[in-house]
Nanobody, 123 residues
């Protein structure tokens, strides 16, 4: 089992940057693929990015490619999401999630979730 705690959200202007971090408890962090999801009011939750257990495979939704970077540090039990060139449509609550085995963009495959952190991009 793993517990996840996100940090780093906040208010930023259009074009700005934020770095989200997710700290995981437990000794088996490297056995989990990790994902960052977001949900805006009235919209479905979507996978922003995901990373494999060893960090060598990543996934990004089309709308963030070239702007967001997901990374992980298995020694520190953390997974980060660097967000650059932020747009108003990036405004959402961002969640960190973990699943066993292979990386996926399907939120129903993720077993463990953080509490979320708000990201607001003002124009």
């Amino acid at each position: 089992q793993v517990q996840l705690v996100e940090s780093g959200g906040g208010l930023v202007q259009v074009g700005g940057s934020l770095r989200l971090s997710c700290a995981a408890s437990g000794r088996t962090f490297s056995s989990y693929a990790m994902g960052w999801f977001r949900q805006a009011p009235g919209k479905e939750r979507e996978c922003v990015g995901a990373i494999s257990r060893n960090g060598q495979s990543t996934y990004y939704t089309d709308s963030v490619k070239g702007r967001f970077t997901i990374s992980r540090d298995n020694a520190a039990n953390t997974v980060d999401l660097q967000m650059n060139s932020l747009k108003p449509e990036d405004t959402a609550v961002y969640f960190c999630a973990a699943k066993s085995m292979y990386v996926s963009s399907n939120d129903r495959e993720y077993n463990y979730w953080g509490q979320g952190t708000q990201v607001t991009v003002s124009s």
